[in-house]
């Protein structure tokens, strides 16, 4: 009888975890995740405004956001916006990571979705 309860009580938690959890976790991309580069948001703009990324492997995107304007990065297929890869958190005065999943070779579009005119390029060899 103790084991059943057991066994009751460690799926009834399992389940409460997984349901508060879910609502805020973002999906990851299978595979191992590598170190990616950092952007930098400052005065309006980005910097580096073209990075490079290894084709075929999922990487953190690191924002480090200089200045009390918030900020993000999202990334689309091309610049007319029209495809979302990865979009990440905004943030003011802060850093931010984002999980990016393997991108096929290719240049891609990123910009800042407060302030559009920010834009930059990756680049996946």
Same mark, same amino acid.
């Given at each position: 009888?103790?084991?059943?309860?057991?066994?009751?009580?460690?799926? %009834?938690?399992?389940? +409460?975890?997984?349901?508060?959890? *879910?609502?805020?976790?973002? #999906?990851?991309?299978? !595979?191992? @995740?590598?170190?990616?580069?950092?952007?930098?948001?400052?005065?309006?703009?980005?910097?580096?405004?073209?990075?490079?990324?290894?084709?075929?492997?999922?990487?953190?995107?690191?924002?480090?956001?200089?200045?009390? %304007?918030?900020?993000n +990065?999202a990334?689309?297929?091309? *610049?007319?916006?029209s495809? #979302?890869?990865?979009? !990440?958190? @905004?943030?003011?005065?802060?850093?931010?990571?984002?999980?990016?999943?393997?991108l096929?070779?290719?240049?891609y579009?990123?910009?800042?979705?407060v302030?559009?005119?920010?834009?930059g390029?990756?680049?996946?060899k």
């Amino acid at each position: 009888m103790k084991r059943i309860l057991l066994t009751f009580l460690v799926v %009834a938690l399992a389940m +409460i975890s997984a349901a508060c959890s *879910s609502a805020t976790a973002k #999906p990851q991309p299978s !595979g191992t @995740v590598a170190h990616g580069p950092t952007v930098v948001a400052k005065d309006i703009k980005f910097a580096p405004a073209t990075v490079e990324v290894k084709a075929g492997q999922a990487f953190t995107l690191h924002l480090d956001n200089q200045e009390a %304007a918030p900020h993000n +990065i999202a990334i689309f297929t091309d *610049s007319s916006a029209s495809t #979302p890869v990865s979009t !990440g958190d @905004v943030v003011s005065s802060g850093k931010a990571e984002q999980v990016v999943p393997a991108l096929t070779a290719g240049t891609y579009f990123f910009r800042c979705d407060v302030h559009r005119e920010m834009t930059g390029t990756i680049v996946a060899k």
